[in-house]
């Protein structure tokens, strides 16, 4: 199957590779900056974390994606890290705009900025709700 052209990129066995115009990847060599690995259990956790804040938006009928991230590195000489799995993301959606919420494993991390205690995913949603203006007609 040819790989699809997607917003910003080819789209290749449901991952996003960014082009610039001269369709050439979008990393510079020895400027990437590699997000740090976590191990499987830390993962797990921030995925249970993030899951808790999707079903607080969904029953504020906001949608969201639950996304597993993994840094995969395609050279056995490259000098970056190794591969292995990285911080998940929760996308929240809405017509106007996309935002990331992430974890640490105690606070949540806002796309505004701000931090909320995974101990209170609802006030999270709600704050997410009104600085994005992600709510819909119910």
Sequence with gaps: ?????????????GFLIR???TNSPEVAPGKCESPPLLLDAEVVHRMALLAELRSALSAKCVDSV????RR?????????????PTNPTLHI????????VTTDGSTYSLPSGQKYSVSDPATAALTIIELQGTRRAV
Excluded: E, K, W
């Design 19 to 21: 082009m610039r115009q």
């Design 66 to 69: 639950l996304v597993r991230n």
């Design 1 to 13: 199957m040819p790989p699809r052209r997607g917003i910003g990129g080819l789209t290749c066995c």
């Design 72 to 84: 995969l590195v395609l050279r056995y000489n490259n000098p970056f890290a190794p591969s292995g």
């Design 93 to 100: 959606l809405s017509p106007d705009h996309m935002g990331i």
